[in-house]
């Protein structure tokens, strides 16, 4: 049964920075693609970051030079680490996963099979 929970999610200062994680069951090697998405209030889930089997990373515009998407296969996590915060990445923050990998490059579309509970971010300025 895979499972994927989200957590790190807080309160922060404009200008702040926090790391995501995903622990994702089975392990992480059974994924052929996973990705970050964030849903606002009101507004769609949009993708984020992703990252593909062989470790390739890809960024929405949005978020490019600021957040960075990673993963460790021993500890089963991915995570997204986000810097340079701002109000406008307020919102609740969703790991997805497929496999085998029906997305599409660059992955940061919605159509993954597997998704997390999410995590919200709140940024305050």
């Known amino acids: 049964q895979v499972q994927l929970v989200e957590s790190g999610g807080d309160s922060v200062q404009a200008g702040g920075s926090l790391r995501l994680s995903c622990a994702a069951s089975p392990g992480l090697r059974n994924f052929q693609c996973m990705a970050w998405f964030r849903q606002a209030p009101g507004k769609e889930r949009e993708g984020v970051a992703a990252?593909?089997?062989?470790?390739?990373?890809t960024y929405a515009d949005s978020v490019k030079d600021r957040f960075t998407i990673s993963q460790d296969n021993r500890k089963n996590t991915l995570y997204l680490q986000m810097n340079s915060l701002n109000a406008g990445d307020t919102a609740m923050y969703y790991c997805?996963?497929?496999?085998?990998?029906?997305?599409?490059?660059?992955?940061?579309?919605?159509?993954?099979?597997?998704w997390g509970q999410g995590t919200q971010v709140t940024v305050s300025s």
């Open positions: 997805g996963a497929d496999v085998p990998c029906r997305v599409l490059a660059p992955y940061l579309s919605l159509e993954y099979s597997y």
């Open positions: 990252i593909d089997s062989d470790g390739s990373p």
